[in-house]
């Protein structure tokens, strides 16, 4: 089924070689057509995330991909069309996307197809706009909350909270009934972390020695895991405050990966999108007020500036807006 007023060419921003930031421009390129296990998409918005500029600079390149490329893993928009194949969606449903796979081009545009297993209906609670920076960061941190898969109850330090991907932790790890340490980055982090319901909230820029005896005040048995949204120094020092037997979980791509040591185990993890995670992603958000915190919005015209803003320092998340 296909919704009315499909134009024949959209607005997109795109690269024909690999490069810094100026080599995204803006150019009218056809919408894509959709297969029978697809759904495409009128975009709202789309996050902007360092794997977009891992795209932009050639070290990881969506299989299948052809120049010019289209980036943009997450998204969020109105489904405009179906295939013949396609269940639990239809012409006119709300959803957010992430999907690493996208041949036929990401979410910098007006119109995106993915398959529509990447897709899911968007929550109750979460606005459309904010929910098109949401979707690869939430997977990644409940894949990683999974990895660790602690009781409710125990206690979880969260390092890099602050972060796209940690703020987000935060929530979900208290819908999962733990008591959650937030180590933010920052005056800002720490406020943002407590806001969103963070049981004990520092900042990783203070004193090291001060950070860790308050961590092991809230936490006298020790934290019985550590979710590393960043490595370093300061992360080694952290597992300090692990209990005996206690787990560091890390994404694929945090560097230096943490050290592991007597007594600790370190696991790595990666986000899976699937219609089961994504069901569980949603059932833990509707669970309550859900946050997904924006840093900066940027119009599709402004997409370089995004890109340069992502080598900065900020709380959540960035966001183009394209409707």
């Known amino acids: 089924m296909v919704d009315a007023d499909v134009p024949e060419r959209m607005q997109a921003a795109a690269f024909d070689e690999f490069g810094g930031p100026e080599v995204i421009t803006l150019r009218k390129l056809p919408v894509p057509e959709v297969a029978a296990d697809e759904v495409l998409i009128r975009v709202l918005s789309a996050g902007v995330g360092v794997w977009d500029a891992y795209e932009r600079q050639g070290v990881f390149v969506p299989e299948g991909s052809s120049l010019p490329i289209v980036p943009g893993s997450d998204g969020a928009g109105t489904v405009i069309a179906a295939g013949d194949k396609v269940t639990g969606l239809a012409v006119g449903d709300q959803v957010y996307v992430s999907a690493t796979t996208r041949p036929k081009g990401g979410f910098y545009a007006e119109y995106a197809v993915v398959k529509a297993e990447y897709a899911a209906k968007l929550p109750d609670g979460v606005p459309a706009e904010h929910a098109g920076a949401m979707s690869t960061d939430a997977l990644t941190a409940l894949a990683g909350l999974d990895t660790l898969s602690l009781p409710a109850g125990a ?126 992603l949603n059932e833990l958000i509707e669970a309550g007020p859900f946050v997904v915190h924006v840093a900066e919005k940027f119009p599709l015209g402004k997409v370089r500036e995004a890109h340069q803003r992502l080598t900065t320092s900020y709380a959540g998340k960035l966001l183009l807006t394209v409707a």
């Open 155 to 280: 206690w979880l330090l969260i390092f890099g909270a602050s972060g796209g991907q940690g703020h987000l932790a935060v929530q979900l790890a208290k819908r999962q009934g733990l008591n959650v340490i937030a180590v933010a980055s920052g005056a800002e982090g720490v406020a943002l972390v407590t806001r969103l319901g963070a049981d004990v909230s520092v900042d990783g820029h203070g004193d090291l020695d001060e950070l860790l005896t308050t961590i092991r005040d809230a936490a006298p048995q020790g934290v019985a895991g550590i979710l590393a949204m960043a490595g370093g120094d300061t992360l080694d020092r952290l597992t300090e405050t692990l209990s005996d037997g206690g787990v560091v979980a890390y994404a694929h791509g945090v560097r230096p990966e943490p050290s592991e040591r007597p007594g600790m185990t370190v696991r790595a993890y990666d986000g899976v999108s699937d219609p089961g995670q994504l069901r569980r």
